[in-house]
């Protein structure tokens, strides 16, 4: 039974309830990225280079073997993760940098030093002038 409640009190924190509605979230997120790639972008690409689908871009390493597919290379589709991870990556770094203007706090002016400090340094100054 303790082990079970220490589990509750593990999984109810904070930090692990967040992850898992982050995780849940870039997960749609996900989605909503790849359909963006694969249905909006790509295909216009896909037609200034000719009429190319990405997705079907591959290359052939050997000659099959009598009932089984060839072995292919598909880059195609590692092009279209690329795209898809650039545009992740890109969004992230907007909502992360759009999170850092908000939390951003203006500079104050440093604070006065304190008494004793502000007296060694006047006493500082006082000796480089006799010195010089």
């Not at 290379?73 to 770094?93: E, H, K, R, S, W």
Request: net charge positive.
């Amino acid at each position: 039974m303790r082990l079970l409640t220490e589990f509750k009190q593990f999984a109810m924190r904070g930090n692990v309830v967040d992850l898992a509605v982050g995780v849940i979230i870039g997960a749609a997120f996900n989605k909503i990225v790849t359909s963006l790639v694969a249905d909006v972008i790509m295909p216009p690409i896909g037609m200034l280079l000719g009429g190319v689908d990405f997705t079907s871009l591959k290359l052939t390493l050997a000659a099959p073997l009598p009932g089984m597919q060839p072995a292919t290379l598909n880059y195609g589709a590692f092009i279209q993760t690329v795209v898809d991870f650039t545009i992740v990556a890109f969004a992230v770094f907007l909502l992360i940098k759009g999170i850092n203007a908000l939390n951003r706090k203006e500079q104050a002016a440093p604070a006065a030093p304190p008494q004793d400090v502000a007296l060694l340094t006047e006493i500082r100054d006082l000796l480089r002038e006799r010195r010089g």
